[in-house]
């Protein structure tokens, strides 16, 4: 018996020896691939690399030839951003410089540029209005996509199809085009350059994304989970709180932090439809053009405020990417 | 616990009958099992009678009480569905507790009850757990929990145990029948499982596209099935149906198989045929008799081995007709062999109305 | 089986229903309210104002003009050149990001240790700001403190013209910058598409020794086609629509090299020009085009699925 057991073991090795080749041939092309994936990353990620390396470098050497790699870190770039400065004349300069000690940590990377803090800059209001704004329209469009997307997901709305099209195509419609005509009605209204203009309209183009979105979320929560409810002895409504809301979580969630990310980086129509009072970043940050020629550090600094939070989003959100940017029309 | 009526109760959507007007009385107490083909109607009309689905007519009522219009919450029935249902944001207490809280039950009176149908369905390990940790059939016993804690007037059932695998399906089963008998409860079962049917309902109403074909105790759609869809559709394998043809008492199968009526027979297939004309005989595959000089002969198909008993299949002109033989005896292929038919157990219907005919005028 | 009630209203006898149909409208007035105000409506305004002379700086009326503006529009040989810049950028952008995207697919398909973050690393692109790129690219191109020069040269960034001043290139240095940030949009959805091959069709093909390449041309890019196709719409509209990227970079220069459609759109209806009108009308052409696009894409597409 045992020695029966041997031969056949044997055996098994001697078939055994060319499936092992065969499988460290599929290893080597693996290692192969995963090398020429970790290349084409880096090489996607050298513009982003050099955003948030230009953030720390000072004026100089933001635009040093030929371009530095290592360099000296300094926060220059986020207080040129942050703050309002004046140049400093040559005797006050040295009158700063003495009592250095008691000036604060931002004073002194001032200094050392030249330069004094004299205020807040433009541009801590433009981030507040993105705040606002980005802050308001999501909480719209999610609120609003919310319950449109239940009715269109649980009812028999007549000609669904349809409207769920239309819906979505208002997304495809060249910014610039409804541009026109709601620039001449904010003007109109008074809403030109107002948070509750913007508000709206970014409410509005979002909308679609969030209807889309959350619909395909709440498809996926079974229509049992209410009718149980309905049959336990509660209504409608009740059973969207305490049934669909709970369940929906994850969805909402990431629809949420779509719209955030849409409005958070939207151009076009800030640029168009504001001037000032409710300016948002990503038109303002292409005028911080300095005097002295282009702030690069100060536009990285700005710049990387913007991608630090989108790169979180990015891994926080990876499972749903897909739905996000294909208007929940594709799922993984 | 209550009856359920339903009178001239349809569903159209659009031009098309997902249920054609249906008359059923479901008494106190009784397990009804609506059987049919996936499609056939079973689900839309339990889905009716819990208020889930709207009637497009008919009336349904509830110990005498006109329900047709009235909320699902308002007809104070428990619904169990196929996939459980269970939230599954909630703990299993949580989900049993639900129905109650509806009601603003206080939270002792929650608590006692929930203990106590825990205990009855023997789940008292798992009520901390989401529905995610449990297994099929413990998913089910909470579903069955959270049905039974109200005292609902009746329980829906839709296919309640279809989703379980083999040996949780047996177990649930018993487990069903149990507490139908201990709580004595008014219970409406949908299921595809003939099997399933026969061996839960006090009575079994049979459906097929969108109409009922039979109401009746499992003895009778198994035995006197109304007409040729039940026949095939009750029994496994379905009953054995051989078309003849029907002249001066005889009806002739082939050239060599005539099967001689009984005078009951004889008359009532002259009632319904007129002298003459095309028959369709039935039997139940253990009704069949293997005897050297049986009156029916037909050739040996194939014959399988189920254990019990062997599965004789032979060929008959073109149908296929079942047999139950013995065990040990085996037939040849392409054999003849004779049988005759417990005289019983043998069945006519009319091919042309595909209804079964009858021994006596009702 | 059967779906929810229909909504049917009008029967107040049914109250279940009615208080559904409230709800349903409850739900989804607002959103469409919201919708044709800010999106319909303006949509048959700037159509009126296609037809008429109207500048948003003058006080002056509107003035019916009829289809002047949009004759102007299409006899005007300065526009074509806009449209087409545009048609040149939309081919070959889109042309290389599926290029690119779907290598990029095939080669982050099979799984391996770390996969999974490279794949979220080489999607970030594709969430930034479009504006912020495209400001910070000009400085990457810069000929001589950018890095892109140095990079592509190998350290004599000289031994290249300045990309974004050069007529010839800066509309090369646009595609790269779309390429770059769109590729990995391209690639999500080629792997989703991917991933939906089951592997019994590769191990059938490989039983009937099917080669690499005809398990390539046969299998997988017909699986993936669907999914590519939608990802080149998506792409295509966008490369009509391209503002973003663009006018914080070149703004359209040198010269005219960069005037896509969509800038010169902008800077007819507000950058100095105000006209209005005449802005309306273009923006109408470019709607047409981008629906024209879209219908041939999705006949095709129905084409491929058809089969």
Known sequence: ????????????????????????????????????????????????????????????????????????????????????????????????????????????????????????????????????????????????????????????????????????????????????????????????????????????????????????????????????????????????????????????????????????????????????????????????LGRGGIEWAAIAAGSLGFLIPVVIVTFALRRYLLRGVTFGAIRQ | MATIELRQVEKKFGDLHAVKPMDLTVHDGEFVVLLGPSGCGKTTTLRMISGLESVTGGQILIDGRDVTWAHPSERNIAFVFQFFALYPHMTAWQNIAFPLQSQGESRAAVKQRVAEVASLLRINHLLHLRPGALSGGDKQRVALARALVRHPAAFLMDEPIGALDADARETMRAEIKRLHLLEHATTVYVTHDQVEAMAMGDRIVVMSEALVQQIGTPAEVYHKPANLFVARFIGSPGMNLVTGHYANGVVHLSENSRYLLSPEWNQALQRELGGEGKVILGFRSEAGVIVEDGPLAAEVFTSDLHGAYNMLNLSLNDDLVHIRVPRGIRYPMGATVRFNIDAEMVRFFNPRTEAAITRRVR | MATTQAISGGQSRRRRQLSDAALLRLFIFPTLILIILMNIFPLFYSLYLSFTDYSAITRQAPN????????????????????????????????????????????????????????????????????????????????????????????????????????????????????????????????????????????????????????????????????????????????????????????????????????????????????????????????????????????????????
């Not at chain 1, 705040?131 to 007549?158: C, D, E, K, M, Q």
């Not at chain 1, 419609?173 to 620039?183: G, K, Q």
């Not at chain 3, 081919?91 to 799984?111: D, H, I, P, R, Y």
């Open chain 3, 64 to 307: 019916w003009v009829g289809f002047k503006n949009y004759s102007d529009l299409l006899s005007d040989k300065q526009m074509w050149i806009y449209f087409a810049n545009s048609g040149r950028y939309a081919l070959l952008s889109v042309g290389l990001q599926t290029l690119v995207g779907f290598g990029l697919a095939l080669l982050l398909n099979e799984k391996f240790k770390g996969s999974g973050f490279l794949t979220t690393l080489i999607l970030v692109p594709m969430m930034l700001s479009p504006a912020v790129v495209g400001l910070f690219w000009k400085l990457i191109y810069h000929p001589s403190s950018g890095i892109f020069n140095y990079i592509v040269t190998f350290g004599h960034p000289t031994a290249i013209p300045d990309i974004l001043a050069s007529p010839k290139l800066a509309l090369w240095g646009i595609i790269i910058v779309d390429v770059w940030m769109w590729s990995p949009f391209v690639m999500l959805l080629c792997l989703s598409g991917l991933g939906a091959i089951p592997d019994y069709i590769y191990e059938a093909a490989a039983i009937d020794r099917a080669s690499w390449w005809r398990q390539f041309w046969r299998i997988t890019l017909p699986q993936v086609a669907p999914l590519l196709m939608i990802a080149v719409l998506f792409r295509t509209i966008e490369a009509f629509k391209a503002f973003d990227v663009v006018m914080p970079m070149t703004a359209g220069g040198p010269g005219e090299a960069t005037e896509l459609i969509a800038l010169n759109l902008y800077r007819q209806a507000f950058g100095g020009q105000w006209r209005t009108g005449r802005a309306s009308a273009l923006a109408y052409i470019i709607l047409i085009i981008v629906i024209g696009i879209s219908n041939v894409y999705i006949r095709f597409l129905n084409k491929i699925r058809g089969d």
């Open chain 1, 1 to 288: 018996m045992t020695a029966l057991e041997g031969t056949s073991r044997q055996r098994s090795i001697t078939y055994a020896a060319p499936v092992h080749k065969v499988s460290r041939r599929a290893r080597v092309i693996l290692a192969i691939r995963a090398f020429l994936t970790v290349i084409v990353a880096l090489i996607m990620l050298i513009p982003v690399f050099w955003m948030a390396t230009t953030a720390f470098k000072s004026r100089a050497d933001a635009v040093a030839v030929p371009p530095k790699v290592f360099f000296k870190p300094t926060l220059e770039g986020f207080v040129n951003l942050l703050a309002e400065r004046s140049v400093l004349a040559q005797a006050r300069r040295q009158e700063m410089q003495a009592r250095r000690d008691e000036l604060s940590w931002i004073q002194r990377i001032a200094l050392d540029a030249g330069t004094e803090i004299i205020g807040v800059s433009q541009y801590v209001g433009r981030l507040r209005n993105s705040v606002i704004i980005a802050g308001g329209s999501t909480v719209l469009a999610v609120l609003l996509g919310l319950l449109s997307a239940y009715a269109f997901s649980r009812f028999n709305v007549p000609g669904s199809g349809d409207l769920l099209f239309f819906i979505l195509s208002q997304r495809m419609l060249p910014a610039v085009v409804v541009t026109i005509p709601i620039f001449l009605m904010y003007r109109r209204l008074g809403l030109h350059d107002t948070h509750i203009g913007m508000i709206l309209l970014y409410t509005v183009f979002n909308l679609s994304l969030s209807v889309w979105l959350l619909k395909g979320f709440i498809d996926e929560i079974p229509r049992q989970y209410e009718e149980a409810a309905l049959v336990d002895g509660y209504t409608r409504l009740q059973a969207f709180r305490k049934v669909v809301l709970p369940n929906a979580l994850t969805g909402i969630a990431a629809t949420t932090v779509f719209c955030l990310i849409f409005a958070w980086n939207e151009y076009a129509f800030a640029l168009m439809l504001t001037s000032d009072r409710a300016r948002t970043p990503p038109p303002s940050i292409p005028a911080k």
